[in-house]
């Protein structure tokens, strides 16, 4: 199982970016895809997640509203569009699989997820 995330860069306040998650050696279709974020001296955080089985979305609390999950399962790859960036969304943005189904008690552990791609660096300037 390959997880490949890209899309991340260097935009100011209020920008936008869309990341993406392509996968390799799964059943698409049955896996669940978190993006998990982490910044300097911080935890790693679950952004948003979407299960493939049912269509469920998840997202944090801070992203709420900005942030927008989906997935083009022809393409194997679920995309993160980022809208209003902010200086405290710059972290590394990883994206995780795991096959199950994701429910809101267990979107965002990222103990849960069984395979792990390499991030992407997102810089916000203010």
């Known amino acids: 199982v390959q997880l490949q995330a890209s899309g991340g860069g260097l935009v100011q306040a209020g920008e936008s970016l869309r990341l993406s998650c392509t996968a390799s050696?799964?059943?698409?279709?049955?896996?669940?895809i978190g993006w998990f974020r982490q910044a300097p001296g911080k935890e790693r955080e679950g952004v948003s997640a979407?299960?493939?089985?049912?269509?469920?979305?998840f997202y944090a609390d801070s992203v709420k509203g900005r942030f927008t999950i989906s997935s083009d399962e022809a393409k194997n790859t679920v995309y993160l569009q980022m809208n209003g960036l902010k200086p405290e969304d710059a972290a590394v943005y990883y994206c995780?699989?795991?096959?199950?189904?994701?429910?809101?008690?267990?979107?965002?552990?990222?103990?849960?997820?069984?395979?792990w791609g390499q991030g992407t660096l997102v810089t916000v300037s203010s």
């Open positions: 050696g799964i059943t698409f279709d049955r896996y669940a």
């Open positions: 995780a699989a795991v096959f199950r189904i994701l429910f809101s008690s267990t979107w965002s552990t990222a103990g849960g997820y069984d395979y």
């Open positions: 979407i299960s493939e089985a049912d269509g469920s979305r």
